[in-house]
């Protein structure tokens, strides 16, 4: 495993588990096994330490959310399966879904992390809307910006508000519903 990853798989975790004020470099060094210092020479500031963290998060979460498992030939049902399946795994690694949160707050303060944040969703909106204009959307832009709003929606309510992961399939039926009423 690369340095960078170690460190910031390691603050993906502090976040999820102490929250903003609990990512250190000091932290992340002793959590994750590194002589001190280690950190603070791959991310000099809080501010490099949050942009390596939310660009692995990125990363893990494009891993998940892959754009070549999502064939517009599938239909309705094969894309909320696909759909279904990637939020399943988002929501069964909470750490990674209340870290991104941290970040997503944070940058409501840091317009050099908000630029980076922005980036990173805008990524996912495009591929959404891709697939959605080859499904028949009317509008995929705007379609796309709900179906992200719709997944972030499940998310926060899964892991901050009173529900709990949802059952896969509990999933593939209202993301199939929303897509439903979209592609009408």
């Not at 998940?64 to 399966?81: H, I, K, N, Y």
């Not at 899964?158 to 009408?184: K, N």
């Amino acid at each position: 495993m690369r340095r960078s990853d170690l460190v910031a798989d390691t603050a993906i975790s502090l976040l999820a588990e102490r929250g903003m004020r609990g990512l250190t470099h000091r932290a992340v060094d002793e959590a994750a096994g590194l002589p001190p210092g280690s950190t603070s020479n791959l991310a000099r500031t809080r501010a490099a330490l949050l942009e390596l963290t939310l660009a692995r998060l990125t990363e893990l979460e494009s891993a998940v959310f892959a754009p070549e498992a999502l064939d517009p030939t599938v239909g309705v049902d094969g894309a909320a399966r696909v759909f279904a399946r990637a939020l399943h795994a988002q929501l069964l690694d909470r750490r990674r879904t209340l870290a991104r949160y941290e970040l997503a707050l944070e940058a409501t303060r840091r317009p050099e992390l908000r630029a980076v944040y922005d980036l990173a969703g805008r990524r996912f909106r495009e591929v959404a809307a891709t697939l959605l204009a080859a499904m028949g959307s009317a509008d995929p832009a705007r379609h796309a910006g709900e179906l992200v709003a719709f997944a972030e929606g499940l998310m926060f309510y899964a892991v901050a508000g009173a529900g709990g992961p949802s059952a896969e399939d509990d999933l593939r039926r209202a993301v199939a519903d929303l897509l439903t009423g979209m592609l009408r």
